[in-house]
């Protein structure tokens, strides 16, 4: 069952650049708390009106109502799809990698 946010909450914002080599793309996103856990991603991009900046508020919606429903960061992160090296192949996996460092104590 969801678990709504408090309507005031703390948030942090982290600037996570696009895991592609030579992308200019990068989001701006806000962690959203609920107590001491995140509850919410909200996501900008410097790129508007683009696939990615359409990308970064799919990921931010999917990954809030998750988080909401009791998954966590770092169940959302291991999920995503990564290379040889272990890093993130694309936008939803750098931006939870950077939310769950960032969240971490």
């Not at 696009?18 to 806000?30: A, C, E, I, L």
């Not at 856990?37 to 696939?51: D, S, W």
């Amino acid at each position: 069952m969801r678990q709504r946010p408090p309507n005031r909450r703390e948030g942090i914002v982290i600037n996570v650049p696009h895991p592609v080599p030579g992308s200019r793309v990068s989001y701006d996103v806000t962690i959203g708390f609920s107590g001491e856990r995140p509850a919410e991603l909200f996501i900008g991009c410097n790129k508007l009106t683009t696939e990615s900046h359409i990308a970064g508020l799919e990921i931010a919606t999917l990954a809030s109502i998750a988080l909401q429903h009791g998954a966590t960061l770092g169940e959302l992160a291991a999920a995503m799809p990564r290379d040889d090296s272990g890093s993130p192949q694309g936008a939803a996996g750098a931006v939870l990698d950077a939310a769950l460092a960032e969240t971490q104590p």
